[in-house]
Protein backbone atom coordinates (compact mmCIF):
# COMPACT_ATOMS: atom_id res chain seq x y z
CA UNK A 1 0.00 0.00 0.00
CA UNK A 2 1.47 3.31 -0.66
CA UNK A 3 2.24 5.90 2.35
CA UNK A 4 1.01 9.35 2.39
CA UNK A 5 4.97 10.60 2.32
CA UNK A 6 5.18 8.75 -1.36
CA UNK A 7 1.27 9.80 -1.91
CA UNK A 8 2.85 13.25 -1.41
CA UNK A 9 5.57 13.03 -3.62
CA UNK A 10 4.15 11.32 -6.18
CA UNK A 11 2.06 14.25 -6.24
CA UNK A 12 4.47 16.99 -6.14
CA UNK A 13 6.46 14.99 -9.15
CA UNK A 14 3.38 15.18 -10.85
CA UNK A 15 2.50 18.77 -10.32
CA UNK A 16 5.90 19.59 -11.01
CA UNK A 17 6.39 17.67 -14.02
CA UNK A 18 5.28 20.64 -16.68
CA UNK A 19 7.90 23.07 -15.00
CA UNK A 20 10.42 20.50 -15.16
CA UNK A 21 9.77 20.16 -18.93
CA UNK A 22 9.94 23.85 -19.03
CA UNK A 23 13.44 24.20 -17.75
CA UNK A 24 14.38 20.76 -20.45
CA UNK A 25 13.15 23.14 -23.12
CA UNK A 26 14.78 26.70 -21.54
CA UNK A 27 17.62 26.34 -24.69
CA UNK A 28 16.03 23.93 -26.94
CA UNK A 29 15.28 24.99 -30.53
CA UNK A 30 12.46 22.80 -32.16
CA UNK A 31 12.49 22.89 -35.85
CA UNK A 32 10.52 20.67 -38.43
CA UNK A 33 12.68 18.50 -40.85
CA UNK A 34 12.51 15.90 -43.47
CA UNK A 35 13.16 12.38 -43.09
CA UNK A 36 14.95 9.75 -45.42
CA UNK A 37 18.48 11.53 -46.16
CA UNK A 38 17.57 14.82 -45.21
CA UNK A 39 17.38 13.14 -41.99
CA UNK A 40 20.43 11.62 -42.11
CA UNK A 41 22.50 13.93 -43.01
CA UNK A 42 20.68 16.79 -40.52
CA UNK A 43 21.54 14.51 -37.56
CA UNK A 44 24.72 13.56 -38.30
CA UNK A 45 26.26 16.86 -39.74
CA UNK A 46 24.07 19.72 -39.65
CA UNK A 47 22.99 20.04 -36.17
CA UNK A 48 25.88 18.60 -34.16
CA UNK A 49 27.78 21.62 -35.60
CA UNK A 50 24.87 24.04 -34.38
CA UNK A 51 24.84 22.75 -31.23
CA UNK A 52 28.34 23.06 -30.31
CA UNK A 53 28.54 26.43 -31.83
CA UNK A 54 25.64 28.05 -29.91
CA UNK A 55 25.56 25.84 -27.10
CA UNK A 56 21.81 24.40 -27.23
CA UNK A 57 20.09 21.17 -28.27
CA UNK A 58 18.01 21.27 -31.36
CA UNK A 59 15.11 18.92 -31.82
CA UNK A 60 13.95 17.85 -35.13
CA UNK A 61 10.85 16.71 -35.93
CA UNK A 62 10.03 15.17 -38.90
CA UNK A 63 7.39 13.32 -38.15
CA UNK A 64 4.46 14.54 -40.67
CA UNK A 65 1.76 16.40 -39.98
CA UNK A 66 3.95 19.53 -39.04
CA UNK A 67 0.62 22.20 -39.52
CA UNK A 68 -2.07 20.79 -37.79
CA UNK A 69 0.49 20.49 -34.63
CA UNK A 70 1.34 23.97 -34.80
CA UNK A 71 -2.57 24.68 -35.39
CA UNK A 72 -3.11 22.47 -32.18
CA UNK A 73 -0.59 24.40 -29.95
CA UNK A 74 -0.88 27.04 -27.50
CA UNK A 75 -0.38 30.31 -29.40
CA UNK A 76 2.41 31.83 -26.73
CA UNK A 77 3.60 28.41 -26.66
CA UNK A 78 4.16 27.23 -30.09
CA UNK A 79 5.64 23.55 -30.64
CA UNK A 80 7.80 24.33 -33.43
CA UNK A 81 10.18 27.46 -32.99
CA UNK A 82 11.13 27.64 -36.82
CA UNK A 83 9.10 25.46 -39.44
CA UNK A 84 10.30 23.94 -42.50
CA UNK A 85 7.87 23.25 -45.09
CA UNK A 86 6.79 23.82 -48.89
CA UNK A 87 5.60 26.98 -49.85
CA UNK A 88 2.44 25.90 -50.09
CA UNK A 89 2.14 25.29 -46.20
CA UNK A 90 3.89 28.01 -45.44
CA UNK A 91 1.05 30.48 -46.76
CA UNK A 92 -1.47 28.43 -44.82
CA UNK A 93 -0.09 28.54 -41.88
CA UNK A 94 0.92 32.41 -42.17
CA UNK A 95 -2.44 33.44 -43.26
CA UNK A 96 -3.77 31.71 -39.47
CA UNK A 97 -1.59 33.86 -37.79
CA UNK A 98 0.96 31.15 -36.74
CA UNK A 99 4.69 32.24 -38.61
CA UNK A 100 5.84 35.56 -38.92
CA UNK A 101 5.76 37.05 -42.93
CA UNK A 102 9.80 37.48 -43.07
CA UNK A 103 11.78 36.63 -40.32
CA UNK A 104 14.30 39.79 -38.84
CA UNK A 105 17.08 40.37 -41.96
CA UNK A 106 19.14 42.15 -39.38
CA UNK A 107 19.74 38.76 -37.40
CA UNK A 108 20.64 36.91 -40.69
CA UNK A 109 24.10 38.55 -42.43
CA UNK A 110 23.89 35.42 -44.81
CA UNK A 111 20.52 36.63 -46.60
CA UNK A 112 22.58 39.61 -48.26
CA UNK A 113 24.17 37.05 -50.22
CA UNK A 114 21.07 35.22 -51.72
CA UNK A 115 18.79 35.37 -54.43
CA UNK A 116 15.94 37.75 -54.50
CA UNK A 117 13.63 34.88 -55.22
CA UNK A 118 14.44 33.37 -52.16
CA UNK A 119 12.82 36.04 -50.35
CA UNK A 120 10.07 37.46 -53.43
CA UNK A 121 6.23 38.46 -52.50
CA UNK A 122 5.69 34.63 -53.28
CA UNK A 123 7.52 33.25 -50.06
CA UNK A 124 6.71 33.53 -46.49
CA UNK A 125 10.28 33.29 -44.43
CA UNK A 126 13.00 32.40 -46.51
CA UNK A 127 13.92 29.87 -48.81
CA UNK A 128 17.18 28.00 -48.16
CA UNK A 129 17.15 25.42 -50.87
CA UNK A 130 15.17 25.02 -54.11
CA UNK A 131 14.46 21.58 -56.31
CA UNK A 132 13.50 22.31 -59.86
CA UNK A 133 9.74 20.11 -60.57
CA UNK A 134 9.73 19.74 -64.38
CA UNK A 135 8.90 16.16 -66.43
CA UNK A 136 11.33 13.31 -65.75
CA UNK A 137 11.47 10.54 -68.03
CA UNK A 138 12.86 7.12 -69.41
CA UNK A 139 15.81 7.58 -71.24
CA UNK A 140 15.52 4.25 -72.74
CA UNK A 141 11.61 4.40 -73.44
CA UNK A 142 10.56 7.69 -74.42
CA UNK A 143 12.00 9.31 -78.09
CA UNK A 144 12.00 12.02 -78.62
CA UNK A 145 12.08 13.40 -75.63
CA UNK A 146 9.39 15.75 -73.66
CA UNK A 147 10.17 19.34 -74.27
CA UNK A 148 7.09 21.10 -72.78
CA UNK A 149 4.49 20.74 -70.45
CA UNK A 150 2.49 20.03 -72.77
CA UNK A 151 3.73 17.22 -73.85
CA UNK A 152 2.85 15.35 -70.42
CA UNK A 153 -0.52 15.43 -72.65
CA UNK A 154 0.86 13.22 -75.51
CA UNK A 155 -1.53 10.37 -76.48
CA UNK A 156 1.74 8.13 -76.70
CA UNK A 157 1.75 8.79 -73.26
CA UNK A 158 -1.77 7.68 -71.90
CA UNK A 159 -1.47 4.92 -68.96
CA UNK A 160 2.13 5.68 -69.15
CA UNK A 161 2.57 8.87 -67.39
CA UNK A 162 2.09 9.64 -63.45
CA UNK A 163 1.51 13.08 -61.72
CA UNK A 164 -0.12 13.05 -57.70
CA UNK A 165 -3.38 13.47 -56.19
CA UNK A 166 -3.42 16.74 -56.57
CA UNK A 167 -5.42 17.43 -52.84
CA UNK A 168 -2.54 15.89 -51.12
CA UNK A 169 1.02 16.82 -52.82
CA UNK A 170 2.16 19.95 -53.48
CA UNK A 171 3.90 18.40 -57.12
CA UNK A 172 0.48 17.81 -58.39
CA UNK A 173 -1.32 20.96 -57.19
CA UNK A 174 2.11 23.00 -58.96
CA UNK A 175 1.21 21.27 -62.15
CA UNK A 176 -2.49 22.04 -61.99
CA UNK A 177 -1.89 25.61 -61.70
CA UNK A 178 0.47 24.98 -64.80
CA UNK A 179 -2.17 23.41 -66.64
CA UNK A 180 -3.70 26.79 -66.35
CA UNK A 181 -1.15 28.76 -68.17
CA UNK A 182 0.14 26.30 -71.11
CA UNK A 183 -4.01 25.30 -72.01
CA UNK A 184 -5.67 28.61 -70.98
CA UNK A 185 -4.51 32.51 -69.74
CA UNK A 186 -2.41 31.72 -67.02
CA UNK A 187 -1.68 30.00 -63.19
CA UNK A 188 -5.10 31.06 -62.11
CA UNK A 189 -7.38 29.94 -65.07
CA UNK A 190 -9.46 27.18 -63.56
CA UNK A 191 -11.70 26.24 -65.86
CA UNK A 192 -8.57 25.55 -68.13
CA UNK A 193 -6.60 23.57 -65.67
CA UNK A 194 -9.59 21.10 -64.78
CA UNK A 195 -10.51 20.66 -68.68
CA UNK A 196 -6.68 19.92 -68.83
CA UNK A 197 -6.74 17.41 -66.04
CA UNK A 198 -10.06 15.57 -67.73
CA UNK A 199 -7.66 14.82 -70.85
CA UNK A 200 -4.75 13.50 -68.55
CA UNK A 201 -6.52 10.78 -67.72
CA UNK A 202 -5.51 7.68 -68.13
CA UNK A 203 -2.66 8.36 -65.80
CA UNK A 204 -1.50 7.35 -62.30
CA UNK A 205 -1.39 9.73 -59.41
CA UNK A 206 0.94 8.95 -56.19
CA UNK A 207 0.85 10.59 -52.99
CA UNK A 208 4.25 10.72 -52.43
CA UNK A 209 7.19 11.22 -54.76
CA UNK A 210 8.94 8.65 -53.32
CA UNK A 211 5.76 6.44 -55.07
CA UNK A 212 6.75 8.42 -58.15
CA UNK A 213 10.62 7.47 -58.13
CA UNK A 214 9.92 3.90 -57.45
CA UNK A 215 7.26 3.27 -60.48
CA UNK A 216 9.79 5.47 -62.44
CA UNK A 217 12.35 3.19 -61.42
CA UNK A 218 11.16 0.30 -62.11
CA UNK A 219 9.68 0.92 -65.13
CA UNK A 220 5.78 0.70 -64.49
CA UNK A 221 6.03 4.70 -65.78
CA UNK A 222 7.76 6.43 -68.65
CA UNK A 223 7.32 9.74 -67.98
CA UNK A 224 5.91 11.46 -64.72
CA UNK A 225 5.88 14.99 -62.83
CA UNK A 226 9.25 14.89 -60.73
CA UNK A 227 11.57 17.58 -59.43
CA UNK A 228 14.99 17.40 -60.53
CA UNK A 229 16.61 16.80 -56.99
CA UNK A 230 14.90 13.34 -57.17
CA UNK A 231 15.65 12.72 -60.52
CA UNK A 232 19.35 12.97 -60.33
CA UNK A 233 20.32 11.38 -57.32
CA UNK A 234 18.81 8.26 -59.66
CA UNK A 235 20.36 8.81 -62.50
CA UNK A 236 23.45 6.36 -62.05
CA UNK A 237 21.24 3.54 -61.28
CA UNK A 238 18.69 3.94 -64.31
CA UNK A 239 18.24 5.94 -67.77
CA UNK A 240 16.19 8.55 -65.91
CA UNK A 241 16.31 12.21 -67.51
CA UNK A 242 15.02 15.24 -66.13
CA UNK A 243 13.50 17.60 -68.79
CA UNK A 244 13.13 21.65 -67.71
CA UNK A 245 10.36 22.10 -70.05
CA UNK A 246 10.56 25.31 -72.27
CA UNK A 247 7.88 27.59 -70.00
CA UNK A 248 10.33 26.89 -67.04
CA UNK A 249 10.72 24.67 -64.30
CA UNK A 250 8.22 25.10 -61.20
CA UNK A 251 10.24 26.14 -57.59
CA UNK A 252 9.93 23.73 -55.02
CA UNK A 253 11.09 25.88 -52.60
CA UNK A 254 12.25 24.58 -49.03
CA UNK A 255 11.37 27.51 -46.81
CA UNK A 256 12.20 28.75 -43.07
CA UNK A 257 9.70 30.70 -41.18
CA UNK A 258 10.06 31.96 -37.13
CA UNK A 259 6.80 31.01 -35.64
CA UNK A 260 4.96 33.91 -33.69
CA UNK A 261 5.16 33.69 -29.96
CA UNK A 262 8.42 31.88 -30.14
CA UNK A 263 10.36 32.13 -27.07
CA UNK A 264 13.81 31.14 -28.77
CA UNK A 265 13.64 34.30 -31.47
CA UNK A 266 17.41 34.23 -31.20
CA UNK A 267 18.28 31.04 -31.85
CA UNK A 268 15.68 30.56 -34.18
CA UNK A 269 17.19 33.62 -36.37
CA UNK A 270 20.78 31.77 -35.77
CA UNK A 271 19.75 28.81 -37.28
CA UNK A 272 18.13 30.46 -40.66
CA UNK A 273 21.52 31.82 -40.60
CA UNK A 274 23.24 28.92 -40.50
CA UNK A 275 21.07 27.32 -43.06
CA UNK A 276 21.90 30.06 -45.51
CA UNK A 277 25.62 29.56 -45.09
CA UNK A 278 28.31 28.43 -47.72
CA UNK A 279 29.14 25.62 -46.08
CA UNK A 280 25.51 24.08 -45.41
CA UNK A 281 24.26 25.38 -48.98
CA UNK A 282 27.26 23.46 -50.50
CA UNK A 283 26.71 20.74 -48.44
CA UNK A 284 23.32 19.81 -49.46
CA UNK A 285 23.66 20.77 -52.61
CA UNK A 286 26.60 17.90 -53.44
CA UNK A 287 24.93 15.76 -51.05
CA UNK A 288 21.16 16.12 -51.91
CA UNK A 289 21.08 17.54 -54.96
CA UNK A 290 19.49 20.54 -54.03
CA UNK A 291 19.95 23.61 -55.62
CA UNK A 292 21.27 26.55 -53.01
CA UNK A 293 19.90 30.20 -53.43
CA UNK A 294 23.60 31.69 -52.70
CA UNK A 295 24.78 33.66 -55.13
CA UNK A 296 28.35 33.02 -54.79
CA UNK A 297 28.14 29.36 -55.03
CA UNK A 298 30.53 27.17 -57.46
CA UNK A 299 29.81 24.01 -57.55
CA UNK A 300 31.45 20.65 -58.44
CA UNK A 301 31.49 19.96 -62.25
CA UNK A 302 29.00 17.14 -61.65
CA UNK A 303 26.23 19.78 -60.91
CA UNK A 304 26.97 22.45 -63.17
CA UNK A 305 24.40 22.66 -65.92
CA UNK A 306 21.81 20.58 -63.33
CA UNK A 307 21.33 22.42 -60.47
CA UNK A 308 20.54 25.90 -60.65
CA UNK A 309 23.35 28.68 -59.41
CA UNK A 310 23.71 31.32 -61.88
CA UNK A 311 21.60 33.92 -62.76
CA UNK A 312 20.41 32.59 -66.33
CA UNK A 313 19.21 29.06 -64.27
CA UNK A 314 17.91 31.20 -61.64
CA UNK A 315 15.89 32.99 -64.04
CA UNK A 316 14.08 30.07 -65.45
CA UNK A 317 12.26 29.21 -62.03
CA UNK A 318 8.80 30.31 -61.71
CA UNK A 319 7.35 30.57 -58.22
CA UNK A 320 3.48 29.60 -57.68
CA UNK A 321 0.78 31.69 -56.31
CA UNK A 322 0.31 29.77 -53.44
CA UNK A 323 -1.82 31.69 -51.14
CA UNK A 324 -4.34 32.70 -54.27
CA UNK A 325 -4.09 28.39 -54.64
CA UNK A 326 -4.44 27.96 -50.79
CA UNK A 327 -7.95 30.44 -51.06
CA UNK A 328 -9.30 28.06 -53.88
CA UNK A 329 -8.10 24.40 -53.15
CA UNK A 330 -11.08 22.96 -51.24
CA UNK A 331 -13.11 23.85 -54.88
CA UNK A 332 -10.33 22.56 -56.68
CA UNK A 333 -10.14 18.99 -54.46
CA UNK A 334 -13.65 18.47 -55.07
CA UNK A 335 -13.38 18.85 -58.33
CA UNK A 336 -10.08 17.08 -58.90
CA UNK A 337 -11.73 14.39 -57.34
CA UNK A 338 -14.40 13.65 -58.73
CA UNK A 339 -12.88 13.78 -62.35
CA UNK A 340 -10.17 11.49 -61.33
CA UNK A 341 -12.48 8.87 -59.21
CA UNK A 342 -14.63 8.78 -62.64
CA UNK B 1 -20.12 -29.63 -51.92
CA UNK B 2 -16.92 -30.93 -50.52
CA UNK B 3 -14.62 -28.79 -53.62
CA UNK B 4 -16.20 -25.58 -53.31
CA UNK B 5 -15.84 -25.57 -50.00
CA UNK B 6 -12.36 -25.87 -50.38
CA UNK B 7 -11.95 -23.32 -52.89
CA UNK B 8 -13.88 -21.03 -51.29
CA UNK B 9 -11.55 -21.46 -48.16
CA UNK B 10 -8.61 -21.66 -50.16
CA UNK B 11 -9.61 -18.17 -52.04
CA UNK B 12 -10.26 -16.34 -48.76
CA UNK B 13 -6.72 -17.80 -47.05
CA UNK B 14 -5.10 -16.46 -50.36
CA UNK B 15 -7.18 -12.87 -50.11
CA UNK B 16 -6.02 -13.17 -46.56
CA UNK B 17 -2.12 -13.77 -47.13
CA UNK B 18 -1.31 -12.27 -50.78
CA UNK B 19 -0.73 -9.14 -49.06
CA UNK B 20 2.04 -10.65 -47.20
CA UNK B 21 3.75 -12.63 -49.49
CA UNK B 22 3.82 -9.60 -51.93
CA UNK B 23 5.90 -8.07 -48.42
CA UNK B 24 8.08 -11.17 -48.46
CA UNK B 25 8.87 -10.88 -51.64
CA UNK B 26 9.88 -7.44 -52.36
CA UNK B 27 11.88 -7.57 -48.88
CA UNK B 28 14.39 -10.06 -50.73
CA UNK B 29 14.21 -8.58 -54.03
CA UNK B 30 17.84 -6.64 -54.54
CA UNK B 31 16.62 -3.86 -56.62
CA UNK B 32 16.73 -0.86 -55.02
CA UNK B 33 13.11 -0.24 -55.38
CA UNK B 34 9.84 -2.17 -55.15
CA UNK B 35 9.54 -4.12 -58.16
CA UNK B 36 7.62 -7.50 -59.07
CA UNK B 37 8.36 -9.80 -60.02
CA UNK B 38 12.05 -10.18 -58.48
CA UNK B 39 14.90 -10.15 -60.22
CA UNK B 40 16.88 -12.83 -57.39
CA UNK B 41 17.31 -12.60 -53.93
CA UNK B 42 19.32 -11.16 -50.99
CA UNK B 43 19.11 -9.88 -47.62
CA UNK B 44 20.63 -6.33 -48.19
CA UNK B 45 17.47 -4.93 -47.33
CA UNK B 46 17.39 -6.52 -43.60
CA UNK B 47 20.94 -5.83 -43.67
CA UNK B 48 20.01 -2.00 -43.92
CA UNK B 49 17.01 -2.32 -41.55
CA UNK B 50 18.84 -4.19 -38.63
CA UNK B 51 22.40 -1.99 -38.82
CA UNK B 52 20.39 1.52 -39.11
CA UNK B 53 20.32 2.86 -35.94
CA UNK B 54 17.22 4.86 -36.72
CA UNK B 55 15.28 1.32 -37.70
CA UNK B 56 16.70 0.07 -34.74
CA UNK B 57 15.67 3.03 -32.34
CA UNK B 58 12.48 2.98 -33.45
CA UNK B 59 11.94 -0.95 -33.06
CA UNK B 60 13.31 -1.02 -29.77
CA UNK B 61 10.91 1.54 -28.13
CA UNK B 62 7.83 -0.06 -30.23
CA UNK B 63 8.51 -3.17 -28.39
CA UNK B 64 9.27 -1.89 -24.49
CA UNK B 65 6.12 0.55 -25.33
CA UNK B 66 3.80 -2.35 -26.33
CA UNK B 67 5.19 -4.18 -23.02
CA UNK B 68 4.79 -1.29 -21.44
CA UNK B 69 1.01 -1.29 -22.45
CA UNK B 70 0.53 -4.46 -21.88
CA UNK B 71 1.16 -3.87 -17.90
CA UNK B 72 -0.49 -0.73 -18.07
CA UNK B 73 -3.23 -1.73 -20.40
CA UNK B 74 -3.90 -5.34 -19.51
CA UNK B 75 -4.08 -3.87 -14.87
CA UNK B 76 -6.63 -1.01 -15.90
CA UNK B 77 -8.60 -3.25 -18.51
CA UNK B 78 -9.30 -5.95 -15.98
CA UNK B 79 -9.70 -3.67 -12.91
CA UNK B 80 -12.16 -2.39 -15.05
CA UNK B 81 -13.88 -5.41 -16.12
CA UNK B 82 -14.17 -6.75 -13.05
CA UNK B 83 -15.52 -3.87 -11.43
CA UNK B 84 -18.13 -3.81 -14.04
CA UNK B 85 -19.11 -7.37 -14.08
CA UNK B 86 -18.85 -7.97 -10.26
CA UNK B 87 -18.78 -4.91 -8.78
CA UNK B 88 -22.67 -3.76 -8.65
CA UNK B 89 -21.92 -0.88 -10.10
CA UNK B 90 -24.69 1.93 -11.12
CA UNK B 91 -24.84 2.58 -14.80
CA UNK B 92 -23.21 -0.53 -15.87
CA UNK B 93 -23.92 -0.33 -19.65
CA UNK B 94 -22.82 3.78 -19.30
CA UNK B 95 -19.52 2.69 -17.76
CA UNK B 96 -19.00 -0.06 -19.99
CA UNK B 97 -19.77 2.37 -22.97
CA UNK B 98 -17.38 5.03 -21.84
CA UNK B 99 -14.09 2.61 -21.55
CA UNK B 100 -15.05 1.34 -24.80
CA UNK B 101 -15.18 4.71 -26.58
CA UNK B 102 -12.03 5.05 -27.60
CA UNK B 103 -12.00 2.25 -29.97
CA UNK B 104 -15.74 3.91 -31.16
CA UNK B 105 -13.47 7.20 -32.36
CA UNK B 106 -11.35 7.69 -35.19
CA UNK B 107 -7.91 7.06 -33.29
CA UNK B 108 -6.62 9.99 -35.13
CA UNK B 109 -8.62 12.23 -33.17
CA UNK B 110 -7.82 10.28 -30.00
CA UNK B 111 -4.18 11.17 -31.41
CA UNK B 112 -4.80 14.92 -31.79
CA UNK B 113 -7.06 15.63 -28.62
CA UNK B 114 -4.26 13.95 -26.26
CA UNK B 115 -1.72 15.72 -28.17
CA UNK B 116 -3.92 19.09 -27.35
CA UNK B 117 -4.17 18.65 -24.17
CA UNK B 118 -0.58 18.01 -23.67
CA UNK B 119 0.54 21.08 -24.96
CA UNK B 120 -2.46 23.19 -23.34
CA UNK B 121 -1.13 21.41 -20.08
CA UNK B 122 2.57 22.64 -20.97
CA UNK B 123 3.58 18.83 -20.50
CA UNK B 124 4.95 18.64 -24.01
CA UNK B 125 5.56 15.57 -26.14
CA UNK B 126 7.26 12.84 -23.66
CA UNK B 127 7.52 9.19 -24.19
CA UNK B 128 5.50 8.78 -21.28
CA UNK B 129 2.44 10.49 -23.32
CA UNK B 130 3.14 8.46 -25.92
CA UNK B 131 2.81 5.63 -23.46
CA UNK B 132 -0.78 7.25 -22.28
CA UNK B 133 -1.94 7.47 -25.47
CA UNK B 134 -1.32 3.84 -26.64
CA UNK B 135 -2.68 2.86 -23.31
CA UNK B 136 -6.44 4.80 -23.71
CA UNK B 137 -6.82 2.66 -27.03
CA UNK B 138 -5.54 -0.76 -25.40
CA UNK B 139 -7.92 -0.79 -22.64
CA UNK B 140 -10.78 -1.24 -24.57
CA UNK B 141 -9.34 -4.52 -25.78
CA UNK B 142 -8.53 -5.74 -22.90
CA UNK B 143 -11.91 -4.80 -21.10
CA UNK B 144 -14.21 -6.20 -23.58
CA UNK B 145 -12.19 -9.76 -23.53
CA UNK B 146 -12.17 -9.90 -19.99
CA UNK B 147 -15.84 -9.49 -19.38
CA UNK B 148 -16.39 -12.15 -22.48
CA UNK B 149 -15.13 -13.81 -19.90
CA UNK B 150 -16.35 -13.05 -16.73
CA UNK B 151 -20.11 -13.60 -18.50
CA UNK B 152 -19.47 -16.87 -18.92
CA UNK B 153 -18.32 -17.43 -15.85
CA UNK B 154 -20.04 -18.47 -12.07
CA UNK B 155 -19.55 -15.56 -9.57
CA UNK B 156 -21.14 -18.18 -7.24
CA UNK B 157 -17.45 -19.79 -7.22
CA UNK B 158 -15.72 -16.99 -5.86
CA UNK B 159 -18.43 -16.38 -3.41
CA UNK B 160 -18.07 -19.75 -1.90
CA UNK B 161 -14.05 -18.68 -1.62
CA UNK B 162 -15.25 -15.65 0.02
CA UNK B 163 -17.67 -18.17 2.43
CA UNK B 164 -14.69 -20.53 3.12
CA UNK B 165 -12.91 -17.93 4.88
CA UNK B 166 -10.53 -16.34 1.40
CA UNK B 167 -9.67 -12.83 1.77
CA UNK B 168 -10.63 -10.51 -1.29
CA UNK B 169 -7.05 -10.84 -2.52
CA UNK B 170 -6.57 -14.65 -1.77
CA UNK B 171 -10.16 -14.88 -3.43
CA UNK B 172 -8.81 -13.02 -6.55
CA UNK B 173 -5.87 -14.99 -6.44
CA UNK B 174 -6.84 -18.51 -6.32
CA UNK B 175 -10.54 -18.12 -8.46
CA UNK B 176 -10.65 -15.47 -10.10
CA UNK B 177 -7.26 -14.73 -11.95
CA UNK B 178 -7.31 -18.40 -13.40
CA UNK B 179 -11.04 -18.18 -14.30
CA UNK B 180 -10.64 -14.92 -16.26
CA UNK B 181 -6.32 -16.12 -17.64
CA UNK B 182 -7.71 -16.54 -21.21
CA UNK B 183 -9.55 -13.37 -21.43
CA UNK B 184 -6.74 -11.21 -19.85
CA UNK B 185 -3.84 -13.31 -22.11
CA UNK B 186 -6.25 -12.38 -25.14
CA UNK B 187 -6.68 -9.02 -24.39
CA UNK B 188 -2.74 -8.26 -23.37
CA UNK B 189 -2.22 -10.10 -27.10
CA UNK B 190 -4.37 -7.10 -28.75
CA UNK B 191 -3.00 -4.86 -26.64
CA UNK B 192 0.45 -5.25 -27.53
CA UNK B 193 -0.54 -5.34 -31.09
CA UNK B 194 -2.33 -2.83 -30.73
CA UNK B 195 0.48 -0.69 -29.56
CA UNK B 196 3.45 -2.03 -31.94
CA UNK B 197 1.34 -1.18 -34.87
CA UNK B 198 -0.06 1.96 -33.45
CA UNK B 199 -0.23 4.64 -36.12
CA UNK B 200 -2.60 7.44 -36.25
CA UNK B 201 -2.15 8.06 -32.22
CA UNK B 202 1.68 8.15 -32.29
CA UNK B 203 1.58 10.37 -35.61
CA UNK B 204 0.72 13.47 -33.12
CA UNK B 205 2.02 12.43 -29.81
CA UNK B 206 5.97 11.08 -30.74
CA UNK B 207 8.72 13.20 -29.93
CA UNK B 208 11.53 14.26 -31.65
CA UNK B 209 13.98 11.25 -31.98
CA UNK B 210 11.92 9.22 -30.31
CA UNK B 211 9.79 7.83 -33.19
CA UNK B 212 8.21 4.68 -33.47
CA UNK B 213 8.45 1.75 -35.54
CA UNK B 214 5.68 2.46 -37.94
CA UNK B 215 6.50 6.62 -37.99
CA UNK B 216 9.86 5.55 -38.71
CA UNK B 217 8.87 3.45 -41.85
CA UNK B 218 6.15 6.32 -42.83
CA UNK B 219 9.20 8.90 -42.81
CA UNK B 220 11.18 6.65 -44.19
CA UNK B 221 8.59 5.44 -47.00
CA UNK B 222 7.99 9.49 -47.80
CA UNK B 223 11.93 10.26 -48.93
CA UNK B 224 13.10 6.48 -50.30
CA UNK B 225 11.11 3.95 -51.76
CA UNK B 226 13.87 1.20 -51.11
CA UNK B 227 13.17 -2.68 -49.86
CA UNK B 228 14.12 -1.41 -46.48
CA UNK B 229 10.10 -0.88 -45.77
CA UNK B 230 9.19 -4.66 -46.91
CA UNK B 231 12.33 -6.13 -44.70
CA UNK B 232 10.63 -3.94 -41.50
CA UNK B 233 7.49 -4.97 -42.30
CA UNK B 234 8.58 -8.99 -42.66
CA UNK B 235 10.26 -8.14 -39.32
CA UNK B 236 7.20 -7.17 -37.89
CA UNK B 237 5.26 -10.07 -39.47
CA UNK B 238 7.55 -12.58 -37.63
CA UNK B 239 7.54 -11.34 -34.63
CA UNK B 240 3.78 -11.34 -34.26
CA UNK B 241 3.98 -15.11 -35.71
CA UNK B 242 6.91 -15.45 -32.96
CA UNK B 243 4.42 -13.91 -30.04
CA UNK B 244 1.32 -16.39 -31.30
CA UNK B 245 3.88 -19.76 -31.24
CA UNK B 246 5.43 -18.30 -27.67
CA UNK B 247 1.61 -18.22 -26.31
CA UNK B 248 1.34 -21.35 -27.74
CA UNK B 249 4.05 -22.83 -26.47
CA UNK B 250 3.92 -21.54 -22.50
CA UNK B 251 -0.05 -20.89 -22.22
CA UNK B 252 -1.77 -23.08 -24.94
CA UNK B 253 -4.11 -21.00 -27.27
CA UNK B 254 -6.77 -23.55 -26.83
CA UNK B 255 -7.47 -21.56 -24.01
CA UNK B 256 -8.28 -18.41 -25.29
CA UNK B 257 -9.32 -19.83 -28.49
CA UNK B 258 -12.84 -20.41 -27.18
CA UNK B 259 -13.40 -16.40 -26.49
Known amino acids: ?342 | MRAAFLAVNGAVIAFLLTPVAIVLFFAVNPEPFIAFPPTGVSFRWFEKFLTSRDFMAAFGLSLVLGAATVAIAGTLGTAAALAIARGGLPGRRTLTAIFLSPIVLPAILTGFALFQLAMVLGLGRTVWILLAGHCVIAVPYVLRTVLAVLAHSDPALEEAARGLGATPAVAFREVTLPLIRPGVIAGALFAFIVSFDQFPVSLFLVSPGNETLPIAMFNYLRFDSDGTIAAASTVSILLAVLLVLGIERTIGLQEYARL
Open chain 1, 1 to 342: MPTRRTLLAGTAGTLAFPAIVGAQAANTLRITGWGGRWGELSRQELVPAFEREFRCRVEVDTAFPFVPKLLASPRGRPVYDVLHTNSNEQWSVFDRGLVQRRPNLSLIPNAQAIYPYAMSDQVVGIVMFTSAIGIAYRRDRVNPPPVSWGDLWDARFAGQRGSYLIPANSLGQAMFMMAGRVFGSGYRDLDAAFAAMERLRPIRLFDFTGGMENALLAGELSIGVLHDTATYRHQERVPLEFCAPREGVIALEQALSVTEGTQMGELAHAWINYMLSERVQRLMAEELWFSPVRRDMVLAERFRGKLLTTPEQVATLIQMPWQWYNSVKDRVDERVNRIFRG
